[in-house]
């Protein structure tokens, strides 16, 4: 079993920037095994994926409305998993969703896909909001 715990998120003002982290933790977890990613839900919207990274072939995806904007990395040390968010917009106001699936599939390959693959384990959200 995988516990995903995300934090960081707050009020900023558009331009603004914030840092989400995502803490994972669980016996066994490797990170090599696993694509990690930041999903959004905004009112009223379904939930979407921002940005993904895996390991084991040193990949990161973005949708395309947040590239250039967003960043996503990881510590493996810390076992945390990032996101960079950087001249933020309002319509990035969401609740933010850290998550994990066990695939031996990369993120440019699964993460445009885990609307119909789905996610394994979700951690529970944290809200950002971006005033104009």
């Known amino acids: 079993e995988v516990q995903l715990q995300a934090s960081g998120g707050g009020s900023v003002q558009a331009g603004g920037s914030l840092r989400l982290s995502c803490l994972i933790s669980?016996?066994?977890?490797?990170?090599?095994?696993?694509?990690i990613g930041w999903f959004r839900q905004a009112p009223g919207s379904e939930r979407e994926v921002s940005s993904c990274?895996?390991?084991?072939?040193?990949?990161?995806y973005y949708t395309d409305s947040v590239k250039g904007r967003f960043t996503i990395s990881s510590d493996h040390a810390k076992n945390t998993v990032y996101l960079q968010m950087n001249n933020l917009r309002p319509d990035d106001t969401a609740v933010y969703y850290c998550?994990?699936?066990?695939?031996?599939?990369?993120?440019?390959?699964?993460?445009?896909?885990?609307?119909?693959?789905?996610?394994?384990?979700w951690g529970k959200g944290t809200q950002v909001t971006v005033s104009s």
């Open positions: 990274i895996s390991s084991s072939d040193r990949s990161t």
């Open positions: 998550a994990a699936k066990l695939t031996r599939y990369g993120s440019k390959w699964y993460c445009p896909r885990a609307h119909s693959f789905g996610m394994q384990y």
């Open positions: 669980g016996s066994g977890f490797n990170f090599d095994d696993y694509v």
